[in-house]
């Protein structure tokens, strides 16, 4: 009996399905505001040299502090204060206007540096002036950050399928909580740097369960609305970072302010089920009867047990292969599993270094950034619920593969907008970002239906492994503009336009049942619903 019709039995989309998405909708909301919380807390102020220090024989007594500025900081073509450099000595005939600053001797700031305040309060720049020689620290932070989701991947990857869903859930709540707190009373860089290291690994223990568990109890019908909807939990996410951005401007009461939601989801982890899927991959039948049974009752079915005995359960294909313990290594041992996995963490790389390098970029478009990223996030909601109504329609493959080239078209047709028309380069990356997010959305839902259940965590941590690859490289591409100025966007545009035409080299899994066994990818026989993807005769299993 395949697992599929046991749901049914139980009604594989109902109360009890909805309310792991509530559930888990808390834990949700708080990966967008990490992931992206760089964005603010790693702001650069405009700045320039401290020249309070500065003892010229008390000539500055008599002097604004605008004409102080004026005699020690050389000026841009704006008119504003260079941000990294003073005069080797006042230049006090500047104040008569009469001469160009241009070709006096210069030197690096000396006694620090002053910061305009107006937007933060205090950012990781301002806190350890990584500024002028330093500035490509306050991108590394993102970059360790998302080192330790990397790491987090591979290691929630593996402990998901050896422990269970629902133990290592509690595991990465309870460690990103600790780190979390922890890190906004870093009183080093380096110690802050670690801190949010080991934060991204808890992290991603919540991002590759919650996605998992939501499909693994829903049916095959329901699973692009579960998919979908419960993915809306990030945009909200994402446009409440917005907000508390705007209300907090200092850095240490924004991580406490983006963590603390976790408290609420420690105390509502105890009515969340564990996966009867892996329940049965594991042979702990009589656990995995429990939850059916609950979900029966709550769903106002009648209970399993009351019509189908225990063998039932031991009849269950994936029973087959209980004692076998499966790791990363299965993922590459057979022919059909290595060409599923390097075309899928291909695909992975491509769409999360695309939607990390839109949204990591939120100046430069005449808004300020707590608009933009607002904007960036609400047009997510449409863009979700766009690609909910062509999942169905056209498939997984066109649709990861669309929204993939699309965003590359968005990305290169910015490159040749002037920026003096910044109405419609905004509108142009707003469209990008929305289709960016449109990609993740899908490739999250397609790759749960193309790994098997015996894997399908591995599998999981693996491409969730090569999608924070990206993610952690975004950052650093970003700082090639100091070498040429579009080299950031022909990166990631090229990215994103390769990556989705390897994402039409994937099977189409719509309407199709799970996988269970890695011998439902590597020998699918007629009739059967695994990656050859062939329509599930439901007849043919209850004969």
């Not at 040299?49 to 900081?73: A, P």
């Not at 590759?208 to 993915?231: A, Q």
């Not at 909601?381 to 169905?392: E, N, Q, R, S």
């Not at 699918?524 to 990656?531: C, E, F, I, L, M």
Request: one cysteine or more; a neutral charge; charged letters at 15%.
């Amino acid at each position: 009996m395949k697992f599929e019709n046991i749901l049914e039995e139980i009604d594989g989309f109902g109360p009890f399905q909805i309310s792991i998405i509530i559930l888990l909708f808390i834990p949700r909301i708080v990966l967008p505001c990490h992931f992206l919380l760089n964005n603010f807390i790693a702001g650069v102020p405009p700045h320039h040299c401290d020249i309070n220090k500065l003892d010229d024989g008390g000539l500055f007594g008599n002097l604004t502090q605008e004409q102080r500025l004026t005699v020690s900081v050389p000026m841009r073509e704006d008119g504003n204060p260079k941000s990294c450099e003073m005069f080797a000595e006042p230049q006090f005939r500047l104040l008569a206007n009469s001469s160009s600053s241009a070709g006096l001797p210069t030197v690096g700031c000396q006694s620090g540096w002053v910061y305009d305040n107006s937007t933060f309060t205090s950012t990781l720049a301002t806190e350890w002036d990584l500024v002028c020689d330093k500035k490509s620290l306050t991108k590394t932070t993102g970059t360790i950050f998302f080192f330790g989701v990397m790491t987090g991947a591979i290691a929630f990857g593996y402990l998901c399928d050896k422990f269970g869903r629902k133990s290592t859930l509690l595991a990465s709540y309870l460690m990103t909580i600790v780190f979390g707190f922890s890190s906004a009373f870093a009183n080093s860089y380096i110690l802050y740097t670690v801190l949010r290291f080991l934060t991204g690994v808890g992290l991603t223990g919540m991002s590759i369960n919650s996605i998992v568990l939501s499909i693994e109890w829903v049916d095959t019908g329901h699973r692009s609305f579960i998919g979908v909807i419960g993915s809306l939990a990030w945009s909200v996410g994402n446009m409440l970072l917005a907000g508390f951005a705007f209300l907090i401007t200092d850095w240490r009461p924004l991580i406490m302010a983006v963590t603390a939601p976790l408290g609420l989801a420690v105390l509502t982890w105890w009515w969340i089920p564990e996966s009867a899927r892996w329940l049965l991959a594991n042979g702990k039948v009589e656990k995995a009867q429990y939850y059916l049974d609950r979900c029966a009752k709550f769903n106002t079915k009648e209970k399993l047990s009351s019509r189908l005995k225990l063998e039932t359960f031991n009849s269950t294909e994936i029973l087959g292969e209980q004692d076998k313990n499966y790791t990363y290594l299965d993922l590459i041992k057979t022919p059909k599993m290595r060409q599923l996995t390097l075309l899928t963490g291909i695909v992975w790389y491509g769409v999360a270094s695309t939607y990390y390098g839109i949204s990591l970029n939120i100046s430069g478009f005449g808004l300020n950034i707590y608009l933009t990223h607002f904007i960036y996030a609400a047009i997510e909601v449409p863009a979700k619920l766009m690609i909910y109504c062509f999942l169905d329609i056209i498939g997984r493959r066109k649709c990861q593969a669309g929204t993939l080239l699309l965003t590359g078209c968005c990305i290169a047709i910015n490159i040749f907008i002037p920026k003096g028309l910044w109405h419609v380069r905004a509108a142009v990356a707003i469209l990008g970002k929305g289709l960016s997010e449109a990609a993740f959305t899908t490739i999250f839902l397609y790759t749960t239906e193309l790994y098997p259940t015996v894997v399908r965590q591995n599998g999981v941590g693996y491409t969730s492994f090569m999608s924070r690859l990206g993610v952690s490289l975004a950052p650093l591409i970003l700082l090639l503009e100091d070498v040429w100025i579009i080299l950031p966007q022909i990166i990631i545009c090229s990215v994103a336009i390769i990556s989705g035409l390897v994402a039409l080299l994937l099977p189409e899994t719509l309407n199709v049942r799970l996988p269970e066994t890695i011998d439902d990818i590597e020998k699918p026989r007629k009739n059967d619903g695994s990656p050859e993807f062939v329509e599930l005769s439901r007849v043919k299993d209850l004969n």
